[in-house]
């Protein structure tokens, strides 16, 4: 999407076509749930409720469409900044995406919560992070063969963090699942569309 000037017929045809797939997949849920008991008809307004917020695992899907409609900023952004502007974008994204969130959630520095609370800053920028990284590898060439190799090895980081984060906080009732969510879906999904953004 980086790659070309962004057109706003294909961004919204897009952002169409994922938000009704989210509709469709979050009726088929819907519809299990009833016809097992798991829970019952209870009006217009609760179907409605449950189809644009349920199940919380289509969060991405809202996620994924935000980006789309930055995308035409994201674009200025690429093709005007210099290098070292692009640099201190992504250590900047960085920082509030992973590490800020992480501290966040493990409970260990209170005042952070506080202070994050009044900036709402921290949950996007970790895709956008991601979604910019792609552009500044394709803009700049970086060697193919090294930038898959970082990726695999910070992949296999984030696992190992993950793994070690829920380890240490299991018993302390500090979101350890988190960290679960984390391994679970930055494996399985943050990693294939980074090399896809990328290639």
Not at 59 to 73: E, N
Not at 121 to 127: H, P
Not at 134 to 157: N, W
Request: glycine share 12%.
């Amino acid at each position: 999407m980086l790659a070309h000037k962004p057109d706003g017929r294909r961004i919204a045809q897009k952002c169409g076509k994922l938000f009704g797939l989210m509709l469709f997949w979050s009726g088929i849920y819907y519809g299990y749930n009833l016809l097992h008991g798991i829970h019952d008809y209870t009006g217009v307004r609760s179907l409605l409720t449950w189809l644009l917020t349920m199940p919380v695992h289509l969060w991405y899907i809202y996620a994924i469409i935000t980006l789309y409609l930055f995308t035409p900023l994201f674009y200025v952004f690429v093709n005007a900044a210099s290098r070292e502007e692009y640099l201190y974008a992504l250590a900047l994204i960085f920082l509030f995406g992973s590490p800020v969130v992480i501290l966040l959630r493990s409970g260990w520095v209170p005042l952070l919560a506080v202070i994050l609370d009044k900036m709402k800053a921290a949950y996007l920028l970790g895709m956008v992070f991601l979604y910019l990284l792609g552009g500044y590898l394709r803009r700049y060439d970086v060697d193919r063969a090294e930038c898959q190799g970082a990726i695999y090895l910070l992949g296999v980081v984030g696992t190992a963090a993950s793994i070690a984060g829920t380890a240490l906080l299991r018993d302390s009732g500090a979101a350890a699942e988190f960290f679960c969510a984390q391994r679970h879906g930055g494996g399985r999904y943050g990693v294939p569309v980074l090399k896809r953004i990328a290639g």
